[in-house]
T-cell receptor, first 115, second 110 residues
Framework: GAGVSQSPSNKVTEKGKDVELRCDPISGHTALYWYRQSLGQGLEFLIYFQGNSAPDKSGLPSDRFSAERTGGSVSTLTIQRTQQEDSAVYLC?????????????FGPGTRLLVL | QKEVEQDPGPLSVPEGAIVSLNCTYSNSAFQYFMWYRQYSRKGPELLMYTYSSGNKEDGRFTAQVDKSSKYISLFIRDSQPSDSATYLCAMDKSNYQLIWGAGTKLIIKP
């Protein structure tokens, strides 16, 4: 079946603008993750959604970052008043149920450049 | 100190060589150990998965976990140019949250 999809693939924006990044997980997967990957760095956890439970927002770096997941499927990550340090690749992943050691399936990422 | 340490490389080896990639970690609570492979401009994909200590082999790939030394390894035999990618180790504290290494960029020269 279809994998995880993300849009847009690339986004160039000016400092101070808001951006929205979209993630479409694998159908039937209840767990969804957002990560940030800066050049030469590992994956930085941002937020986790599991079914109808309250999301784990512990990785969001500031209150400019927010995310929602509608209908247990599509998720949107919003960055308000973007800063140059927000430039990175934003990766979305989904897994079947969020259990320990479960395989996470990643989308291709959105490359964000803040000028 | 980071919970997971991984040399970012790049590591450049000739085709056919045996490759050894490694991560060290500090938290003895880690139980699940994974290696993900990431090609340029793609998302990571799971390559190998090991629970607790021991070895696991899959074709040309072997994953080793030494919990006493807090050290994990990925070996690639008969390396191919198509193995050129970034290899990320990841570890799980028995919940959904993975802790990631920085990734090692591997280049296999034809």
């Amino acid at each position: 079946g279809a994998g995880v999809s993300q849009s847009p693939s690339n986004k160039v924006t000016e400092k101070g603008k808001d951006v929205e990044l979209r993630c479409d997980p694998i159908s039937g997967h209840t767990a969804l993750y957002w990560y940030r990957q800066s050049l030469g760095q590992g994956l930085e956890f941002l937020i986790y959604f599991q079914g109808n439970s309250a999301p784990d927002k512990s990785g969001l770096p500031s209150d400019r970052f927010s995310a929602e997941r509608t209908g247990g499927s599509v998720s949107t990550l919003t960055i308000q008043r973007t800063q140059q340090e927000d430039s990175a690749v934003y990766l979305c992943a989904s897994s079947a149920s969020g259990g320990a050691g479960e395989t996470q399936y990643f989308g291709p990422g959105t490359r964000l450049l803040v000028l | 100190q980071k919970e997971v340490e991984q040399d970012p490389g790049p590591l450049s080896v000739p085709e056919g060589a045996i490759v050894s990639l490694n991560c060290t970690y500090s938290n003895s609570a880690f139980q699940y150990f994974m290696w993900y492979r990431q090609y340029s401009r793609k998302g990571p994909e799971l390559l190998m998965y090991t629970y607790s200590s021991g070895n696991k082999e899959d074709g040309r790939f072997t994953a080793q976990v030494d919990k006493s030394s807090k050290y994990i390894s990925l070996f690639i035999r008969d390396s191919q140019p198509s193995d050129s990618a970034t290899y990320l180790c990841a570890m799980d504290k028995s919940n959904y949250q993975l802790i990631w290494g920085a990734g090692t960029k591997l280049i296999i020269k034809p």
